[in-house]
């Protein structure tokens, strides 16, 4: 049996998205980013473009633009050379952000160390300091090392 992580999401995110001027496919898109279960607990989704296309039965070359409007408009950052997709973290959608148990920020640990190095981490990082919760530097120290930071970046 798969475990699959439950992921909320708020009743007014399409208010929330509003702004960005989204199309009916483009907030499609968002959405599977969100609920896909290519997601893993730290919110970075190894999710391939192919496996989108596959997941909403598009083609690659729309798949590609949508997904490349999502990253120009600053609602997810992509890594197309590691299959990484991330949510902005600037949007809450990010379940890291309310880890409380030690054990929750060890398992993001152990699941960091399955990924690999991307530049893709950053706004994570930022975000995450910015949060000032001493419980998760762990993580922020592993993510630090993923992005090629130092700890005091």
């Not at 949508?66 to 600053?74: P, S, T, Y």
């Not at 990082?125 to 993510?143: D, G, M, Q, R, T």
Request: proline share 7%.
């Amino acid at each position: 049996m798969m475990y699959r992580r439950k992921q909320w999401v708020p009743t007014d995110l399409r208010q929330q998205l509003s702004p960005y001027g989204l199309d009916f496919f483009e907030y499609a898109l968002f959405l599977e980013i969100l609920l896909s279960r290519h997601s893993n607990m730290v919110g970075v989704f190894e999710c391939p473009k192919y496996y989108l296309c596959a997941d909403l039965s598009w083609n690659p070359e729309e798949t590609g633009t949508r997904l490349g409007h999502l990253d120009e408009l600053g609602l997810v950052h992509k890594d197309d050379s590691k299959g990484l997709i991330m949510l902005d973290p600037g949007l809450g959608l990010n379940p890291i952000e309310d880890y409380r148990s030690p054990l929750q920020v060890q398992m993001a640990v152990k699941v960091l160390h399955h990924l690999p190095y991307s530049k893709i981490y950053r706004p994570l990082v930022k975000h995450l300091i910015a949060l000032n919760k001493p419980s998760i530097k762990p993580v922020i120290k592993k993510l630090n090392s993923l992005c090629g930071l130092r700890d005091s970046e």
